[in-house]
């Protein structure tokens, strides 16, 4: 069947993919495509990461937005065995955790945002109670990108998508970041993360996949 | 007594528009062209509507009174994708609009007709077709200015919408925001009629009545009905449009589908 926006991948490949390959924890793409994407494959363990490399407008962010499942794409996604299909959008995107480079916001103020968890985990990233209670446009670049992770942080996603999530902060947060990053992975979390810093994928132990025009180029899958 | 202006008189009545192209044309406003256009076309569909609501009434068939109410729907479902500048492409825009204008003037006429008015017989197109073309005319620029505004909102907050679908909400609660302000401003020319009328303005129709020669509390009695079922259809059009172009901007992966709008150049 097919459904508007979103092809589910033939019988033949999906049996090839097989259930036994899918069903291993983590997160496994066959053939993914989209208007950027040109047949992606990779698969991520849970508890381990892979840094996504390429110049601007190679497809790194193209590739998170059709893992999260927000732009029409074709192809097999499968999170611990389970089809992106047979999964409901909202709990996959709640299993799925995705944060843009430039995250955006829905609410006003930017704790209205965060649970207790997300504070919990903002607090240690150095985003205090009264800073939460600001609108969320007053906020630094940087203070909204460590709202935006601690927000995804304190879901415990089994996958974590992360596009570019150190850019606009200082070391101090940064390593705290990382900090973060290393727990979830090490709760079990598959990780995949756009980054231009070589010494940052180096320090998080990240194998690197090289991704430019829409295609993976180098480290796959 | 009543007094009818002849037709030289009526036109003596464009001499003010007259005034107000050669304005246009000694400070170059450049609305002259638009504005001439716009009064010929007034000119002669008011003239050819006079004829056919004649022949209606004279002959009072069903089947031609059902024919003018199609082609009424038809002109105005074109008239809503053509004043919305991000319109949703296709058929499903058209249809999106037409329908529900439509549904909402149909199911509201049925009540005035059956219920209120009670004319015999009940389609009596003397009554019917004003009644019917005051709900299209208010539905439809209430559903176009609403629809245009919910696209509109969808591309412009199209990252915040799909930053609360990241954290597992729905379509319905991403866009309710969007909905919530197309629906205000889609019935802001409703509310603002229904909340200046006999204070700031005195409706035409109304107006045209007394001047007439009907009675003035017959004339108010008739713009309240006409009122209160303009703004009951326009709403009800207006909310099943924008739940239906809540549906054709999303997907059923709860995608934001801006394939599906046809953007205006540099929006």
């Given amino acids: 069947m097919t459904i508007a926006g979103f092809r589910r991948a033939p019988y033949r490949q999906r049996m090839a993919d097989g259930p036994d390959s899918a069903s291993s924890s983590g997160l496994r793409i066959a053939g993914l495509s989209s208007a950027v994407l040109k047949g992606v494959s990779l698969s991520v363990g849970g508890g381990e990461g892979r840094a996504i490399t390429g110049p601007s407008g190679s497809g790194k962010t193209s590739l998170f937005r059709a893992i999260a499942d927000l732009d029409p794409n074709e192809g097999t996604v499968s999170l611990s065995g389970e089809f992106r299909e047979s ?73 974590l998508l992360l596009d570019e999530p150190t850019s606009a902060l200082d070391e101090d947060n940064r390593d705290e970041v990382e900090t973060l990053i290393r727990e979830q992975m090490a709760g079990g979390a598959a990780l995949l993360m756009a980054s231009h810093d070589p010494a940052q994928l180096e320090r998080l132990g990240l194998q690197p996949v090289r991704i430019d025009g829409g295609r993976i180029v180098e480290g796959a899958p | 007594m009543t007094i009818d202006p002849a037709n030289w008189e009526v036109a003596l009545a464009a001499i003010f528009l007259v005034m107000n192209g050669a304005l246009s044309l000694l400070l170059d406003l450049g609305f002259v062209r638009q504005m001439l256009v716009a009064a010929l076309r007034m000119v002669v569909q008011l003239a050819l509507v006079g ?40 058929v499903w825009g058209y249809g999106l609009g037409a329908g529900t204008m439509l549904f909402g003037a149909a199911l509201v006429m049925m009540f005035a007709l059956h219920v209120v008015i009670r004319p015999d017989p009940w389609y009596d197109p003397r009554y019917a077709i004003p009644m019917f073309g005051m709900m299209l005319g208010n539905g439809m620029t209430g559903i176009a200015i609403g629809m245009n505004a919910m696209t509109t909102d969808v591309i412009n907050r199209r990252e915040a919408i799909e930053a609360h679908l990241l954290t597992g909400a729905g379509r319905w609660a991403a866009l309710t925001p969007s909905l919530r302000r197309a629906s205000r401003t889609g019935l802001i020319p409703t509310i603002n009629a229904m909340a200046a009328t006999g204070v700031v303005y005195l409706p035409g129709m109304m107006t045209g009545q007394i001047l007439a020669g009907a009675d003035p509390s017959q004339a108010v009695r008739y713009q309240l009905l006409v009122m209160l079922l303009i703004s009951g259809a326009t709403g009800l059009g207006l909310v099943i449009a924008l739940l239906g172009s809540v549906m054709r901007l999303t997907d059923s992966r709860h995608r934001i589908r801006l394939d599906r709008i046809r953007i205006a150049e540099g929006g």
């Fill in chain 2, 51 to 90: 004829l056919v609501l004649k022949v209606l009434i004279d002959t009072q068939s069903p089947s031609l009174t059902a024919l003018a109410a199609a082609i009424m729907v038809a002109v105005a479902g074109y008239e809503i994708v053509s004043r919305q500048e991000n319109p949703i492409r296709g």
């Fill in chain 1, 87 to 159: 999964v409901a959008p909202g709990d996959w995107r709640r299993r799925v955790a995705y944060v843009p480079a430039e995250p955006a916001w829905w609410l006003t103020h930017a704790g209205d945002h965060a649970d207790a968890a997300a504070r919990d985990v903002a607090a240690r990233l150095g985003l205090s109670s009264a800073l939460l209670e600001k609108p969320v446009k007053s906020l630094s670049t940087g203070e909204r990108q460590r709202l935006a992770l601690a927000i995804a942080f304190a879901r415990k996603p089994e996958v």
